[in-house]
């Protein structure tokens, strides 16, 4: 049996869980509302503040399926509560960010400052200047764009020059050494 996907999701106070045919289940919380459309085969069931889901049979793909779709229904409850934040950090002589309205601007030692639009549903707030921090209720979106803002310019081992995430090691290297 799929230990996660045995796990029944508490569903907080002040959230609504409405599941529809084929899955779809829409989730109303304090910080917005969140839909989905699961896979049709999974059995959704909310039972006395709880969200259950079960698995028709055992073949690999149920088994799969099963822990997947009760982690994506974890996510979007944990999302419409508390919501997502990813932290990145600027390092670098002269790399800065900074925020225009809904535009992020950063400056990474290329001839053109770099201008990233926020997507909808989602907040970049800049601390300092080498501070980035992006939040969001949805999980997939709140990775999906610290992933875009980090590809922008990504650390290098030399100098660990860069954008990062906050909780990452970067693994140094070490450089040159001159003639003896």
Same mark, same amino acid.
């Given at each position: 049996m799929s230990r996660i996907g045995r796990m029944p999701i508490a569903v907080p106070a002040g959230v609504t869980v409405d599941i529809a045919e084929n899955n779809k289940v829409s989730v109303k919380g304090p910080k917005g509302t969140l839909e989905r459309v699961?896979?049709?085969?999974?059995?959704?069931?909310?039972?006395?503040?709880?969200?259950?889901v079960t698995r028709p049979n055992d073949l690999k793909k149920m088994k799969s399926l099963h822990g997947l779709t009760r982690s994506l229904l974890a996510n979007i409850v944990h999302g419409v509560t508390e919501g997502y934040?990813?932290?990145?950090? =600027?390092?670098?002589?002269?790399?800065?960010?900074?925020?225009?309205?809904?535009?992020?601007?950063?400056?990474?030692?290329?001839?053109?400052?770099?201008?990233?639009?926020?997507?909808?549903?989602?907040?970049?707030?800049?601390?300092?200047?080498?501070?980035?921090? =992006?939040?969001?209720?949805?999980k997939e979106k709140v990775g999906q764009f610290?992933?875009?803002?980090?590809?922008?310019?990504?650390?290098?081992?030399?100098?660990?020059?860069?954008?990062?995430?906050?909780?990452?090691?970067i693994r140094r290297k070490v450089g040159k050494t001159g003639k003896k």
């Open positions: 699961l896979p049709a085969e999974m059995d959704i069931k909310l039972e006395d503040g709880h969200i259950v934040q990813k932290v990145l950090e =600027v390092n670098g002589v002269g790399y800065r960010a900074q925020k225009q309205g809904k535009k992020l601007i950063l400056s990474l030692g290329y001839s053109h400052p770099v201008e990233m639009e926020d997507p909808d549903g989602l907040e970049s707030v800049v601390e300092g200047q080498n501070k980035i921090i =992006v939040k969001g209720i949805d610290a992933a875009e803002i980090r590809d922008k310019r990504r650390p290098e081992p030399y100098k660990g020059k860069g954008i990062k995430y906050a909780d990452e090691v």
